[in-house]
């Protein structure tokens, strides 16, 4: 399985790299909207602290879609789904290497938009550095797991970004608080135990939904 | 030619999409190094059943085994390749990295020379570095029956492989498919060209109506079938 997956994952981001399907309005929209929104909160410090999570991962989930539903589309779009599960490689490899890559392509959008963030909206969310990095590692597998689950879903059903948005929106609901909440507190310098609840949250989240996505992967891409 | 174990046998095979049963009770055996031809009315499931015999689709009911084996496994997926109707290649990729990619995915040993090697058997080395959207369609056939044909399968079965070839493509195919059935490998093709279907196929089997007949002997030996058997 390790073998496959990592062609795979090379093919997907040789694809990127030389097609770039979808990271470049990935980062535009991400920043475009990380700016707006920080630029346009015009509130006091402590208020901008409280709001800051909830702003920066709205912007990350919206952005970070685009990525998630490319990574299933081009490939129904393409004819290559068929090709793809035809090769002697378990459906959930195949999962494993969408889920890996859109993970990495989540954690290029925030390596620019995180700080582009906290700079335009004077927050402090890169202090101390070892919260915030397993923080969002731990909501991009999540987001990525369920996302990618999602996408390949309503890909072969036809109907990508209209029902996906519909689907992963209210899914998401509690990994976005919780990275929300996160942040906030981090803003706030507060690493305490409501810090600690709400990363073991987004660990057992990711925990889950990567299982889930594993095993139903197969159900979902069979015709 | 020794009739040996049945690489594929299919058991009342039976699959629906939606409420529309597709295949109705499909009984067949192939030996290795057969060649069988499967004609058929547009519509009338050649591309589902062939599916089925190369493991990418999932029955409704009744029993696909390969080689005995009744469970898919990626040790039996890389005793089979399929030539879908349509190329499938990856458009961001040249047809080189296409094949690469194919025979990493299979566990081919030297990828590269592999691939090289069908690129010269296909008689497109020149344009190893072209994606498929700067090809023609028979091209991009061409190179898909080579990705299918890389990792040296067993189990050979190609949906309407002829189409788009033109007649050097045609020939190139032809020979190819010869060699396959000679080296004791089972090649299943769809066609709607009875001559070429006669031609090159020792057995021709119809499908109509869900359920497959028997259409034509050619003149080599008789292989067994539980539907002939029946009758």
Redesign the interface.
């Known amino acids: 399985m390790t ?2 997956l990592w ?2 994952m090379s ?1 997907d981001l ?2 990127e790299i ?2 770039k ?1 979808s990271w470049p309005s990935m980062m535009l929209l991400g920043i475009v909207v990380a700016v707006v929104f920080a630029l346009q909160a015009q509130l006091p410090q402590e208020q901008r602290n409280q709001m800051c999570g909830v702003l920066l991962w709205v912007t990350i989930l919206f952005a970070g879609l685009l990525g998630i539903d490319r990574s299933c589309s081009s490939e129904q779009d ?3 789904w ?2 793809l ?6 459906p959930a490899a195949v999962y494993w290497s969408k889920l890996l890559v859109n993970v990495l392509s989540l954690t290029l959008l925030e390596i620019l938009l995180i700080p582009a963030f906290g700079t335009f909206a004077g927050v402090r969310i890169l202090n101390p550095i070892a919260a915030i990095v397993p923080l969002t590692f731990a909501a991009n597998f999540g987001i990525a797991a369920l996302g990618t689950l999602l996408s390949a879903l309503t890909n072969r059903l036809g109907l990508s970004g209209q029902l996906l948005a519909v689907l992963v929106l209210p899914l998401m609901i509690p990994v976005i608080l919780a990275a929300a909440e996160g942040t906030r507190l981090i803003a706030l310098g507060r690493i305490d135990e409501e810090w600690w609840r709400w990363f073991q949250f987004l660990i057992g989240f990711a925990l889950i939904f990567v299982t889930v996505g594993s095993i139903l992967f197969e159900f979902v891409v ?2 | 030619m020794s009739i040996s174990i049945a690489s594929i046998e299919m058991r009342g095979l039976s699959k629906a999409l939606g409420d529309r049963l597709i295949l109705d009770g499909v009984d067949v055996r192939l030996h290795c190094g057969e060649c069988v031809a499967l004609t058929g009315d547009n519509g009338c499931g050649k591309t589902t059943l062939l599916r089925c015999m190369a493991a990418q689709m999932r029955p409704t009911g009744g029993e696909v085994c390969w080689f005995g084996k009744n469970v898919i496994d990626a040790a039996l997926k890389r005793r089979i390749g399929m030539v879908s109707h349509e190329s499938r290649l990856d458009p961001h990729l040249t047809i080189r990295e296409n094949l690469i990619f194919a025979g990493r995915m299979c566990s081919v040993s030297r990828p590269g020379l592999r691939a090289d090697h069908w690129l010269d058997v296909c008689g497109m080395s020149a344009r190893a570095d072209h994606r498929p959207k700067q090809l023609s369609r028979g091209m991009c056939q061409r190179i898909s029956i080579a990705r299918s044909l890389i990792h040296e399968p067993e189990i050979v079965v190609l949906d309407e492989p002829f189409s788009g070839l033109d007649a050097f493509g045609t020939k190139w195919l032809h020979n190819l498919l010869r060699e396959r059935t000679a080296g004791e490998r089972t090649v299943v093709f769809s066609t709607h060209d009875p001559l070429c279907a006669e031609s090159l196929a020792g057995r021709v089997l119809h499908l109509a109506d869900g359920r497959l007949q028997e259409a034509g002997l050619a003149a080599t030996a008789r292989y067994s079938c539980p539907a002939n058997e029946a009758a």
């Open positions: 073998t496959g062609w795979m093919k040789l694809c030389s097609g399907r393409d004819g290559c068929e090709a599960l035809a090769y002697p490689v378990s069979e015709e």
